[in-house]
């Protein structure tokens, strides 16, 4: 069945995006997908609802999340957990621990924007957010509604993104600490969108995925909707030199991204349904739950 579509990177309203994942669900049957992983930044809590969606509508779900980590570097980069069990008491107690320094730096940040002349409170930005996994898009969409911002772009240009006079950065665990969570908890661990938003080197990434690997990487997402045909062979090369596994996915979110469809992200996506089950053979050989 070479035309079954897959995608293993999405999100919902439990962390930045803007269906609820029983809508995630209904989307994803819609677009014909046959696997389907939720994989919402710092948070689990909308794996429970969609996994009960999914159960028969011949759609399969992958439990996932995504992790940010700081490198030195590059700043922030991504993981993926996918087959992410119940939470362990450390995976609870670390995920608790980011959703604290997430509310701390929104509180400053709001703080900064009201110093800016744009009067805001907390609450504005949780009216936005659906899930405990609050961030920038949600502040963007509250200064919006308030008429500072007319789009969430120029949110992000004047005040929250990288250069804006609000912006203040996360506190991020290391690669080492991330990826190590990650694989002790069981899940397969992939390294989201390494080319997005930047120009990566081969020969860069090749030393980043040398030691991620050795702290317990177990793939590339090398198909994602931002990254292009050379990004993609790329990926592809250095995951074989490093004996890593592939993924990939849209990293959908809904009305959040609204040129990222789901299983084709900008229209030329195709994740190929082998490297599933590639990832699930990994994970039987190494006696994991799949
Ligand atoms: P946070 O995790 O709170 O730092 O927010 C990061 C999210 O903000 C990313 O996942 C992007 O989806 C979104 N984002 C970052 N920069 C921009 C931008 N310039 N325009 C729109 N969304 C952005
Ligand atoms: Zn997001
Ligand atoms: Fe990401
Ligand atoms: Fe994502």
Redesign the pocket.
């Known amino acids: 069945m070479g035309g079954r579509i897959i995608d293993l990177h999405t ?1 919902t309203m439990a ?3 803007t269906d609820t994942p029983a809508q995630l669900i209904e989307h994803a049957v819609e677009a014909g997908l046959s696997s389907v992983a939720l994989t ?2 710092d948070t689990l809590d909308g794996l429970a609802e969609a996994e009960e969606a999914a159960g028969g509508k011949g759609l399969e779900f992958i439990r996932g999340c ?1 992790l940010a980590i700081y490198d030195p570097t590059f700043g922030e980069l991504h993981l993926l957990g996918l087959w992410m069990p119940q939470p362990s008491q450390r995976m609870k107690a670390a995920l608790a621990d980011i959703q604290a320094r997430r509310l701390r730096r929104n509180q400053e940040m709001v703080r900064r924007l009201c110093e800016l002349g744009l009067p805001l409170v907390l609450e504005d930005v949780q009216a936005v957010a659906g899930g405990k996994a609050i ?1 920038r ?1 949600h502040i963007a969409e509250a200064l919006r509604r308030k008429g500072y911002v007319t789009t969430i772009m120029e949110a992000f240009e004047r005040y929250i993104g990288r250069a804006g006079a609000a912006f203040v950065p996360r506190e991020l665990s290391s690669p080492r600490e991330g990826i190590s969570l990650l694989a002790e908890e069981g899940a397969t661990v992939v390294f989201a969108h390494p080319c997005l938003d930047r120009d990566m080197s081969g020969e860069v990434l090749n030393d980043l995925l040398a030691d991620f690997r050795g702290f317990g990487l177990t793939a590339l997402e090398a198909y994602h909707s931002a990254h292009d045909a050379k990004s993609v062979r790329l990926c592809v090369r250095l995951a074989k030199k490093h004996n890593l596994l592939l993924s990939g996915g849209s ?1 959908y ?1 809904g009305r ?2 609204p040129g990222v469809r789901l299983g084709v992200g900008k229209g030329g996506m195709r994740v190929p349904y082998q490297l599933l089950e590639t990832l699930r053979d990994d994970r039987r050989r190494r006696g994991l739950w799949v």
């Open positions: 999100h962390s930045d995006g919402d930044h995504e961030g898009p990293d979110h959040t991204k």
